[in-house]
């Protein structure tokens, strides 16, 4: 069964940190370059950062040099690694395939709120 799990949100103030992780599974993990995106209340879903199979990542321009997001093939789990955190960060943040033909249903999503 395919299945996108996120976790490790939570509420943190201003300057704080998280570490969210995306575990994959019933999908060829390794060959799918993943992205991490958010939504935040009354907005659409927006990509936040991406990485492809062999580890190149890219972020949107709101987030670089704050944001680090890495992959475990042999976990088929993603990571989202958010430093320095600002209130326009919060959101409800989800992995999924980039690849609009091979993405997978949407997970649940976790909650990010930060606090100022």
């Known amino acids: 069964q395919v299945q996108l799990v996120e976790s490790g949100g939570g509420l943190v103030q201003a300057g704080g940190a998280l570490r969210l992780s995306c575990a994959v599974s019933g999908s060829d993990f390794s060959i799918n370059a993943m992205g991490w995106y958010r939504q935040a209340p009354g907005n659409l879903r927006e990509w936040v950062a991406i990485?492809?199979?062999?580890?190149?990542?890219n972020y949107v321009d709101s987030v670089k040099g704050r944001f680090t997001i890495s992959r475990d093939n042999a976990k088929s789990t993603v990571y989202l690694q958010m430093n320095n955190l600002k209130p326009e960060d919060t959101g409800v943040y989800y992995c999924n395939v980039v690849l609009r033909s091979r993405r997978l249903p949407w997970g649940q999503g976790t909650q990010v709120t930060v606090s100022s």
């Open positions: 990485i492809t199979g062999s580890g190149t990542a």
